[in-house]
């Protein structure tokens, strides 16, 4: 019973050091084989693997995906920095970053978190010192030629690269600056120089779009005075085309026949000119009243042969009743 109880413990100590000896490499990791904690040999691809059991040999993993360094980490401060022209802003960025050479990561810094802080160490370094050569416009404007966020974010990154993968076999993939913000004692100021900046730039805008409108106002008055210019020249060629075709009309029917023309042209003016509002003094003889005294003459009894004159007005008399 007692040999039968060691020969059971003796088959688990035998399989839980097989165990040992066999670890498995996921696809996002690399590993590193360490005897006594020495690097051996770096497993950059997926699958099973040996080694001899601990505390022999120890396998140490390191995720090979791309990783997210944010700055300021949640819960710290933000960090400030001063531009060239002495302004203090505060940044929050982010590098995006992975691991390069596995055995130089191990060496050097060992863990994520020691990685980290190194890597932001660069990063916080070099961001201070490209910004301390870059005046606040290049940050923040309304111009979009004044801006040269893009560019900055090459230089960090380019330069911050080549320090991290000398330094700790990590290589930086990209560099971006999240937020750029005013520190809290000096927002207020800011915040007025901006708003005074705006009214300035709104102030020159409306003057400007006054002169553009004045300019528009004086083509639109000078295109009308052209065109009404014209309209009344075509206006007056109509007029005088048809004066002169009234002309020759009247021309034409006073020439078949001058006394019936005459004739209708002064009944016309009688009708048009005598009405009971109107009131004439002209003598008698005036030649213009000569159809009117014709009328009358016409109107006048005329002696007739055989009968005087009161015989004949007796008559008329008679007859109109």
Known sequence: MRRSIILVLAVIVVALIAWSMFFAVHE?????????????????????????????ESVVFFDKRLLVLDEPAPGEPPREYLTLDKKNIEVSNFTCWKIQAPRQ???????????????GDIVSAELGNVLGRHNLSALLSIDPDDLQLDEIARSICATCQAVALREYGIEIVDFRIKRINFPEQNRASVFERMRAERKRIATRYRSEGSEQAAKIRAEADRKRTELLA???RQAEEITGRAEAEATRTYAEAFGQDPDFYEFLRTLESYQNALTRETTI?????????????SIEAIREPVPQPGYTAEQQVTERSDGAE
């Open 281 to 293: 003094i002209l003598p008698g003889d005036s030649p213009y009243l000569r159809l009117l005294n």
């Open 230 to 232: 014209e309209a009344a």
């Open 105 to 119: 990561f191990l060496e050097t810094v060992g863990t994520r978190r020691d990685a980290e802080a190194a890597l």
């Open 28 to 56: 996002t990791q690399y590993a590193i084989v360490t005897l006594f904690g020495d690097p051996q040999h770096v497993i950059e691809e997926p699958g099973l693997n040996w080694k001899w059991p601990a505390p022999i």
